[in-house]
């Protein structure tokens, strides 16, 4: 997969859970920390009401949706970035991750321990990021003695990495996710260098009771997550997961007899694909099937996410955006009001354009 999110927070706050809702995947859940030892990994569909439509249209049955990557981090405890519950190993995980979900408890149950006592999201959010500035530091500060030492060999370069590194530190020594640090695009592409957590984009999942609305927590979450730039969402992690387990017809009569037109899950992983800045595009050569990029992506790089030859013989792409296939009803129609476009190498990819690339190799 190219692009994923981690699943992470203190143990007992229903991560697994929502994992398992989210891909099905029968992780492993027990009332006590540290369950998890190995990251899990479910690859889910991204929910897509428009390549529905489209195959309509073009008589594509069974459309192919594009997925994204969750991956469960075992529970985080206080002391994490110093090897406590063997945090060290988690903390590795997260590294590889491209962006971050943290599940935060928001129920109250006597029968699942809570590793902090009782539920108080802001303070369970906070020794968490203090773990994770805490780590990033430690990677920081060795990066820095590196550097130091590169600088009295006589290595130019040096200097600058120190200035950047050392922002950075001033940065997360004052209790702040480094996400949240303005650096122009070169100093960006130092830090990139580091795998660090704290710059990693954030959504924080309130982790909710069946038939409960803790509407002091949620609101003292969702203020958090404005003033850190980070999104928000609840969802109730038993019930999603029980909602993920029934058939497909019946989960509709479901959500519509609740009156949604959507789960929550479904909306997680929509937030987690817009906060990874993705979008999506299309291809119906063959099977109409959805693929993803990030925001900014070229005709040849897109092409490439389909077959690596596609962008080797670029040669051009031929682009109808998905709301004038919908508004005229046909490919013919779209080419009859001249909006079939051909596009070069250095067409930039937009949200909803369904694309033939023409090659040759």
Known sequence: MGFNCGVIGLPNVGKSTIFNALSSAGAQMANYP?????????IVPVPDKRLQEIGKILGKNDPIPTKIEFI??????????????????????????????????????????HVTGNVDPLRDIEIINTELIL??????ERADEKMQKQTRS???????RISVIERMLSHLNEGKLLKNLSLEEEEKKIAAEFGLITNKPVLYCANI???????DHLNKIREFADSD??????????????????????KREYLEAMGLKESGLDRLIAIGYELL??????????????????????????????HTDFERGFIRAEIMSW????????????????????????????????????FNV
């Open 323 to 358: 709301e004038d296939l919908l508004k005229y009803g046909s490919e013919h129609g779209v080419r009859d009001h001249g909006l079939l476009r051909s596009e070069g190498k250095d067409y930039i990819i937009e949200d909803g354009d369904i694309v033939r690339f023409l």
């Open 34 to 42: 540290f369950c998890t030892i190995e990251p899990n990994r479910g």
């Open 135 to 140: 780590s990033d530091m430690e990677v920081l």
């Open 277 to 306: 800045d993705l979008i999506s595009f299309y291809s119906a050569a063959t099977d109409l099937q959805a693929w993803t990029v990030r925001r900014g992506t070229s005709a040849p790089r897109a092409a490439g996410k389909i």
């Open 229 to 250: 730039h980070s999104r928000f969402i609840y969802i109730c992690g038993k019930l999603e997961e029980e909602i993920s387990e029934l058939p497909g017809d019946e």
């Open 154 to 160: 006589g290595i130019k370069e040096a200097s600058h």
């Open 72 to 113: 469960d981090v075992a529970g985080l405890v206080r002391g994490a970035s110093k090897g406590e519950g063997l945090g060290n190993t988690f903390l590795g995980h997260i590294r590889q991750v491209d962006a971050i979900i943290h599940v935060v408890r928001c129920f109250s149950d006597e029968n699942i321990i």
């Open 209 to 215: 009771a069946e038939n409960e609305m803790p509407d």
